[in-house]
């Protein structure tokens, strides 16, 4: 048995499965309603994944200077653990500055990092300035110059540091002040929060992408569906051109056949067996009667009574000749 073809099959739906057409049309406009949703849920992600970019840079350029300290007090505590306690110590004073307080940040602001307190006399001011031009990248140096960068950023973003300490304290103690924070709470408080924004970047950025893919699927399978529904139209449009083209289809569409003067009306004939058909099922039974599969319904024999007057005429006739 020889399988149809897809257009072979298409043309048997047009004219002969009349809602299959609706069916693909009703489809087309579903998956265009679908490529539609996508494409305002990839605007959304897209949005979601700008802001999170934004809050993540922000963020990490605000407080910059914790990553240098970071690094730095890790060879320290090994190489110089007093001075790496003492620089955790001077941290923790920083960090439970109360910034949200003008005078507090400006005493900040103003005082100048002594981490051991060694430049608290005159001699012990000396004694550091020749330490760090005799070695200009000493570890004390090094420590104090990041501290002052991080008090930089301290004054310009009190609100950031406010709220990272804030996050940093204990739950139920959140909104207690006198909670002191740890330069390595604050630290880690950071690391989470940034790597929290980089996570829903990331997943923003996937969605995102998954949107753009099923909105180029939902498309081309609409205009699939589209396709499909034009293509049956156009074979039910030849169909009916066929009908009125082709004689056999006149013959069948109700002329009254004169020469044999039958008697019979065609066309009421036709009217009536169509009656209650939609226009795709009239359709289907006209191709039906044109290709000849059209089940044909035995009528009944009607007995016709012939005048006794006219008889006599017809055998007096064929005597005479």
């Given at each position: 048995?020889?399988?149809?073809?897809?257009?072979?099959k298409l043309q048997k739906e047009a004219l002969f499965d009349f809602d299959k057409k609706d069916q693909y049309e009703d489809l087309a406009s579903y998956k265009q309603e679908q490529a539609q949703w996508a494409e305002k849920e990839a605007a959304h992600q897209k949005d979601r994944e700008a802001d999170y970019s934004k809050q993540y840079s922000q963020l990490k350029e605000a407080t910059s200077a914790i990553d240098?300290?970071?690094?730095?007090?890790?060879?320290?505590?090994k190489a110089d653990p007093k001075l790496a306690a003492q620089t955790e110590s001077y941290l923790a004073s920083m960090m439970n500055t109360d910034l949200s307080m003008p005078s507090a940040a400006k005493?900040?602001?103003?005082?100048?990092?002594?981490?051991?307190?060694?430049?608290?006399?005159?001699?012990?001011?000396?004694?550091?300035?020749?330490?760090?031009?005799?070695?200009?990248?000493?570890?004390?140096?090094?420590?104090?110059?990041?501290?002052?960068?991080?008090?930089?950023?301290?004054?310009?973003?009190p609100e950031t540091f406010e709220w990272l300490k804030q996050c940093s304290r204990p739950e139920g103690k959140t909104y207690d002040?006198?909670?002191?924070?740890?330069?390595?709470?604050?630290?880690?408080?950071?690391?989470?929060i940034l790597q929290n924004y980089n996570h829903e970047r990331v997943s923003a950025m996937?969605?995102?992408?998954?949107?753009?893919?099923?909105?180029?699927?939902?498309?081309?399978?609409?205009?699939s569906y589209q396709s499909e529904a034009n293509k049956m139209q156009e074979?039910?449009?030849?169909?009916?051109?066929?009908?009125?083209?082709?004689?056999?289809?006149?013959?069948?569409?109700?002329?009254?056949?004169?020469?044999?003067?039958?008697?019979?009306?065609?066309?009421?004939?036709?009217?009536?067996?169509?009656?209650?058909?939609?226009?795709q099922q009239r359709l289907a039974y006209r191709m039906e009667q044109l290709r000849g599969t059209a089940k044909t319904e035995t009528k009944p024999v009607v007995k016709r009574e012939m005048d006794s007057n006219i008889m006599n005429k017809a055998l007096q006739g064929k005597q005479n000749a």
């Amino acid at each position: 048995m020889v399988e149809m073809s897809h257009d072979e099959k298409l043309q048997k739906e047009a004219l002969f499965d009349f809602d299959k057409k609706d069916q693909y049309e009703d489809l087309a406009s579903y998956k265009q309603e679908q490529a539609q949703w996508a494409e305002k849920e990839a605007a959304h992600q897209k949005d979601r994944e700008a802001d999170y970019s934004k809050q993540y840079s922000q963020l990490k350029e605000a407080t910059s200077a914790i990553d240098y300290i970071k690094s730095t007090l890790e060879w320290v505590k090994k190489a110089d653990p007093k001075l790496a306690a003492q620089t955790e110590s001077y941290l923790a004073s920083m960090m439970n500055t109360d910034l949200s307080m003008p005078s507090a940040a400006k005493r900040l602001s103003e005082k100048a990092v002594d981490i051991d307190g060694s430049k608290k006399s005159l001699w012990g001011k000396l004694k550091n300035k020749a330490k760090n031009f005799l070695k200009p990248n000493n570890a004390k140096a090094t420590l104090e110059a990041q501290i002052g960068k991080l008090k930089e950023q301290m004054v310009a973003n009190p609100e950031t540091f406010e709220w990272l300490k804030q996050c940093s304290r204990p739950e139920g103690k959140t909104y207690d002040n006198k909670e002191r924070v740890s330069f390595a709470q604050l630290t880690e408080t950071r690391g989470s929060i940034l790597q929290n924004y980089n996570h829903e970047r990331v997943s923003a950025m996937r969605a995102k992408e998954d949107a753009l893919k099923y909105q180029q699927t939902a498309l081309q399978d609409s205009q699939s569906y589209q396709s499909e529904a034009n293509k049956m139209q156009e074979f039910r449009d030849n169909a009916a051109k066929e009908i009125e083209l082709r004689s056999e289809a006149r013959e069948t569409t109700g002329i009254k056949d004169i020469n044999a003067n039958t008697g019979v009306d065609r066309l009421a004939e036709k009217a009536k067996m169509m009656e209650g058909l939609t226009p795709q099922q009239r359709l289907a039974y006209r191709m039906e009667q044109l290709r000849g599969t059209a089940k044909t319904e035995t009528k009944p024999v009607v007995k016709r009574e012939m005048d006794s007057n006219i008889m006599n005429k017809a055998l007096q006739g064929k005597q005479n000749a």
